[in-house]
């Protein structure tokens, strides 16, 4: 059926096409306030309704340039949708508006879209070279418990793609368990090793005040003091929907790169990444699946990425892959002949 519905959006609605990366978090933010089954609503629509979408409105190939004004809007509201669902659902547990499978339904829900929402856009802000940009993108990784990203992918992950020292680069048969277990540790290993490294011929002080990760971790710990101290109950939401949130990340990483291969002594190439056309996940992700052109220009904007001529092409969007991923087997069916 997507054969019958490819979209061509044009220059002036792809701006506007953006804003459904914003519906997720609305909806979370209405389940958090009203309780109940609403709580569950976003997880129905993230990982079931907007699966089936993907698949039903195929494709849209559009390469024209946008007016650069309207995308760069829709970061910012990015940030403060996920900050508003994060205020409402600490709030309401605090003041025992969500209690037993409610709470534990909105905080799977806001860890989704911590792990799409404010995961994505912290990405798009932590390659910018703008402190503007920079800080509110670490603060949105450390709002969902993430103290490694922004070292390791700015590092490690662009420069050793598709080769064996990236620890986010899954290897083929590889499953995404697997993954899981061994991207989150490396990446903390290998974040650790870069700032070391970086810092080596630092003073003692300025190895310890001047480590990214040594600022991070400490974030961490002060607000989980903080968070004890107020309530357990958000505490324990906080560390749960951070556990979420990494594992859509990791997701997302898992399907990028899948089973590819460079020799690290050649350049970066379109053919090292896993793109999709998809229009949902195109939109809905601010065209993180147009990954190919992001690697070989990492600090372009969102809005100015294309369709590369010699890209990988999954076998679905980044929507429509998760149960197929998840399953395993159905996944290694779709993806190892391509290889």
Same mark, same amino acid.
């Given at each position: 059926?997507?054969?019958?519905?490819?979209?061509?959006?044009?220059?002036?609605?792809?701006?506007?096409?953006?804003?459904? $990366?914003?519906?997720?978090?609305?909806?979370?933010?209405?389940?958090?306030?009203?309780?109940?089954?609403?709580?569950?609503?976003?997880?129905?629509?993230?990982?079931?309704?907007? $699966?089936?979408?993907?698949?039903?409105?195929?494709?849209?190939?559009?390469?024209?340039?946008?007016?650069?004004?309207?995308?760069?809007?829709?970061?910012?509201?990015?940030?403060?949708?996920?900050?508003?669902?994060?205020?409402?659902?600490?709030?309401?547990?605090?003041?025992?508006?969500?209690?037993?499978?409610?709470?534990?339904?909105?905080?799977?829900?806001? $860890?989704?879209?911590? $792990?799409?929402?404010?995961?994505?856009?912290?990405?798009?802000?932590?390659?910018?070279?703008?402190?503007?940009?920079?800080?509110?993108?670490?603060?949105?990784?450390?709002?969902?418990?993430?103290?490694?990203?922004?070292?390791?992918?700015?590092?490690?992950?662009?420069? @050793?793609?598709?080769?064996?020292? @990236?620890?986010?680069?899954?290897?083929?048969?590889?499953?995404?368990?697997?993954?899981?277990?061994?991207?989150?540790?490396?990446?903390?290993?290998?974040?650790?090793?870069?700032?070391?490294?970086?810092?080596?011929?630092?003073?003692?002080?300025?190895?310890?005040?001047?480590?990214?990760?040594?600022?991070?971790?400490?974030?961490?710990?002060?607000?989980?003091?903080?968070?004890?101290?107020? @309530?357990?109950?958000?505490?324990?939401?906080?560390?749960?929907?951070?556990?979420?949130?990494?594992?859509?990340?990791?997701?997302?990483?898992?399907?990028?790169?899948?089973?590819?291969?460079? @020799?690290?002594?050649?350049?970066?190439?379109?053919?090292?990444?896993?793109?999709?056309?998809?229009?949902?996940?195109?939109?809905?992700?601010?065209?993180?699946?147009?990954?190919?052109?992001?690697?070989? %220009?990492?600090?372009?904007?969102?809005?100015?990425?294309?369709?590369?001529?010699?890209?990988?092409?999954?076998?679905?969007?980044?929507?429509?892959?998760?149960?197929?991923?998840?399953?395993?087997?159905?996944?290694?069916?779709?993806?190892? %002949?391509?290889?």
């Amino acid at each position: 059926m997507a054969k019958y519905l490819n979209f061509d959006l044009g220059k002036k609605s792809r701006q506007w096409a953006y804003s459904m $990366g914003l519906i997720p978090g609305i909806i979370t933010i209405w389940g958090n306030l009203e309780g109940g089954w609403f709580t569950s609503f976003n997880i129905f629509y993230s990982l079931g309704l907007l $699966g089936i979408l993907d698949q039903i409105f195929g494709e849209d190939h559009s390469n024209e340039e946008v007016d650069s004004r309207i995308p760069k809007i829709w970061i910012w509201m990015h940030f403060a949708v996920h900050t508003i669902a994060m205020i409402t659902l600490f709030y309401q547990i605090h003041e025992f508006n969500l209690m037993g499978w409610e709470m534990w339904m909105a905080v799977f829900s806001t $860890g989704l879209l911590g $792990g799409s929402s404010a995961v994505v856009v912290a990405h798009e802000m932590v390659h910018k070279a703008s402190p503007w940009y920079r800080y509110p993108g670490q603060f949105l990784l450390l709002s969902v418990g993430n103290p490694y990203f922004y070292v390791h992918h700015l590092r490690i992950h662009h420069k @050793d793609v598709a080769t064996q020292n @990236d620890a986010v680069t899954a290897r083929k048969g590889e499953t995404i368990y697997q993954f899981l277990v061994r991207a989150i540790y490396q990446q903390h290993i290998q974040a650790w090793k870069s700032e070391r490294t970086r810092l080596k011929k630092r003073s003692i002080w300025q190895k310890i005040f001047s480590n990214i990760q040594v600022r991070n971790y400490v974030f961490l710990l002060l607000t989980s003091l903080i968070l004890w101290q107020w @309530d357990v109950e958000v505490l324990k939401a906080w560390w749960v929907l951070s556990v979420f949130a990494a594992i859509l990340l990791e997701y997302v990483n898992y399907i990028e790169h899948y089973g590819l291969e460079r @020799d690290p002594a050649t350049p970066v190439g379109e053919e090292h990444s896993w793109n999709t056309q998809r229009i949902v996940s195109r939109y809905l992700l601010l065209d993180l699946p147009r990954h190919s052109h992001h690697h070989l %220009h990492a600090n372009l904007d969102y809005y100015k990425l294309k369709e590369m001529p010699k890209e990988r092409v999954l076998p679905g969007g980044y929507a429509s892959l998760i149960m197929p991923v998840f399953s395993v087997v159905i996944w290694f069916k779709m993806i190892n %002949h391509r290889l």
